[in-house]
């Protein structure tokens, strides 16, 4: 399986990171091992002293494909759940000013935590799904998909114009805003609607 993420998905977020709104999907991938299951806590690794946290909304793909029409986009998922993308942005910072990759900083060991997912049965329309992410209790993002730039179906077109599609891919839809740094002894709780799925402890 891979992980595919959207970048710069949600407006108030580009415009909290002083980017360039896209006129199409901004991608990047994490391998298999930045995978956390089973709300495993997360090691704060020691080549980086600023880890944030962007809570996303996540599709797990059932069944291959590529060059998929975005008007069959919906048949190629099944269900939906949520992840944090953990960020090193000391390190993407640096390579983003010497106009370097930072592969580094999104797909370190650990970086995405990722809850169960539940069918997309369970949504009476995914264009309208509310996520949040506590930090210690308190709020610090809050999103719908209604504000994405680009659509659930709208991704998954695109994406397969590049890779092939396979059963058990993940991808990360983009964050709200809100994004912020985490310490050791936090604990960060992830909902979809008022359903409780993800809980992840910085150790």
Known sequence: MKILAVGRNYTEHIAEMNN?????PVIF???DTALLKKDAPFYYPDFSNDIHFETEILLRICKEGKNIAEKFAADYYDRIGIGIDFTARDLQTKAREKGLPWAIAKGFNGSAPISDFLPT????????INF??????QVR???NT???LFNFEQIIAYLSKFFTLKQGDIIFTGTPKGVG????GNQLVAYIED???????VK
């Open 141 to 143: 993002q809050e999103g």
């Open 29 to 31: 991938t994490k391998p």
């Open 195 to 201: 359903q409780k799925m993800l809980s992840c402890e």
């Open 146 to 148: 209604g504000l994405m």
């Open 181 to 184: 740094p985490i310490q050791v």
């Open 132 to 137: 949040r992410l506590e930090l210690d209790g």
């Open 121 to 128: 049965t369970t949504f009476a329309d995914k264009g309208n």
């Open 20 to 24: 360039e709104r896209p006129d199409e």
